[in-house]
């Protein structure tokens, strides 16, 4: 099949994030011309499962007629006013909107436009709380082994994906690290079974030994997702935020994966009762339609900054399209869905059926591990399921399991061999049950094929 024009152009000039661009201009790839529902399709009309929501942002569908007029009704009205010196409609509707979602104690809405801007300011929001708080001492962060909070230099150096971030260690400040909460992995107890959540008492130590100098924990709660899929025990978060408290540290939760239903419930937080003191929320913000995030803070943090322009407790911090009203108004349409149509009661039984179909995958020679935090699922495929032994890295047989899946209908990525399935809200059980055979097909023909290696060599993955 010859390059259509707009791939040559595509390769000509595009610089495509995450990717190897050697591999990618040297092999096929997919065009996406539209979208409807649950499905994407290419330039060639073929239509392809939305299985990763379009990298975890999409919620309702693609073309959600309601979002669409919220957008289109904004545009009739303005697209765009600074929030620096004006308010504006959307943004202020929204706000109020969040903190009665969010769990209680966040008052306070701080707008931005993506997960890592967000996180940025929520660093330095907290960083900066402590010098007004008279303790600039409290000035470190502690954060999760296999974290993954961005791609900006504040959100590298709280990460912990040597991949990813290994290569910019000259220009990061240091957290302190702390083990992943992650049961298959765990190297601290002697077997899941007999787990005492020793990542717990870890982390205990290091508020114990240094609290004067930590100004917050962060972490993604319930569930590690670039890290692969990384579900945390029972008990674990709600434990951090009593040691949290304790230790007179802050909490910063980042949902910008987990928030928005994806893990059953509005947002992960709610599963154990745990109230953060800053909360940051992007991604299905918009139902995955604009670039949106908020940082959300306690009514003590806010507090804080307040005082004469002499005392300088200013937060110098914003960006250009802050509180952009385009995508204020997709997110009020967001929100309206989710409560006209009941979205997070109807997710129980899209939730079994997962589980359910997990329980066969799981038994597949190669796949070592399942995951599921609701909406979520992670299937770590690996060379000897007895000795959990990993495939060599470089043969990216989670790679190889996502182009199988392709040819049969199913856009997923993995990240690095944990297929990752997050499937938008919207999908039927029956969208869903057909998703995670094609899936499990493909993970069956990828793990048999003993040519792996020239099959995928233009997946352009990690
Ligand atoms: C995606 C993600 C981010 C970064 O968000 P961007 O919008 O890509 O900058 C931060 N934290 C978590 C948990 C994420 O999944």
Same mark, same amino acid.
């Given at each position: ?12 000039? !595009? ?51 309601? /979002? #669409? ?13 600074? %929030? ?29 436009? #993506? ?7 929520? /660093? ?28 900006? $230099?504040?959100? =590298?150096?709280?990460?912990?994906? *040597? ?14 690290? /702390? ?13 899941? *079974? ?10 205990? +130590?290091v508020l114990q030994e240094n609290n004067e100098e930590i100004a917050a924990v962060i972490l993604e709660p319930m569930v590690q997702a670039t890290a692969g899929i990384l579900v945390s025990p029972p008990g674990y978060l709600s434990k951090v935020r009593e040691l949290t408290k ?30 953060? #003191? ?58 309206? $869905? ?12 899209? =939730? ?29 495929? =690996? ?47 029956? #969208?869903? !049950? ?6 499990? +097909? ?10 792996? %290696? ?7 993955y990690f």
């Amino acid at each position: 099949m010859g390059m259509s024009e707009i791939e040559l152009q595509n390769k000509k000039y !595009v610089w495509h994030p995450f990717t190897q661009m050697k591999s990618w201009v040297s092999n096929e790839q997919t065009v996406i011309a539209e979208a409807k529902g649950n499905k994407i399709i290419d330039t060639e009309g073929k239509e392809y499962f939305d299985g990763v929501s379009s990298l975890w942002v999409n919620i309702h569908g693609h073309r959600k007629a309601e /979002i #669409d007029q919220a957008i289109i009704e904004q545009l009739g009205k303005v697209a765009h006013s600074t %929030m620096i010196g004006l308010a504006n409609i959307p943004a202020t509707q929204l706000a109020e909107k969040l903190v009665e979602i969010t769990p209680s104690g966040l008052n306070k809405v701080f707008y931005s436009d #993506d997960g890592s801007t967000a996180v940025e300011v929520a /660093i330095k929001i907290a960083f900066q709380y402590w010098q007004h708080c008279g303790l600039a001492k409290k000035s470190r962060f502690v954060s999760l082994n296999q974290a993954y909070h961005g791609d900006t $230099i504040g959100t =590298v150096s709280v990460g912990g994906i *040597d991949l990813f971030h290994r290569v910019f260690k000259p220009l990061l400040f240091e957290p302190i690290q /702390i083990p992943s909460p992650s049961c298959y992995h765990c190297t601290l107890s002697v077997g899941s *079974d007999t787990c005492s959540m020793a990542c717990v008492e870890a982390l205990e +130590k290091v508020l114990q030994e240094n609290n004067e100098e930590i100004a917050a924990v962060i972490l993604e709660p319930m569930v590690q997702a670039t890290a692969g899929i990384l579900v945390s025990p029972p008990g674990y978060l709600s434990k951090v935020r009593e040691l949290t408290k304790k230790y007179n540290v802050l909490l910063i939760v980042d949902e910008v994966a987990t928030g928005w239903g994806r893990t059953g419930k509005m947002f992960a937080c709610e599963h154990e009762n745990v109230n953060p #003191d800053i909360m940051i929320l992007s991604k299905g913000i918009t139902g995955g339609y604009l670039a949106l995030a908020v940082t959300l803070t306690t009514d003590e943090i806010y507090n804080q900054f307040l005082g004469d322009l002499h005392e300088k407790k200013t937060f110098y911090h914003g960006h250009s399209y802050t509180g952009n009203q385009l995508a204020c108004a997709a997110a009020l349409a967001n929100l309206k $869905i989710f409560r006209d149509e009941n979205v997070i009661d109807g997710l129980a039984t899209k =939730v079994k059926a997962i589980e359910d179909k997990l329980l066969d995958i799981r038994q597949l020679r190669h796949v070592g591990d399942a995951r599921q935090c609701g909406m979520i699922a992670g299937i770590e495929l =690996v060379k000897d399921k007895e000795n959990k032994i990993p495939y060599p890295w470089e043969q990216t047989m989670g790679g190889a399991v996502c182009i199988k899946a392709r040819q049969h209908g199913l856009f997923i990525r993995p990240v690095g061999d944990v297929v990752v399935f997050m499937p938008p809200l919207s999908s039927s059980i029956e #969208d869903i !049950v057909c998703m995670l055979e094609i899936l499990k +097909k493909s993970v069956e023909e990828a793990t048999s094929d003993d040519n792996v %290696m020239s099959s995928i060599s233009g997946a352009a993955y990690f």
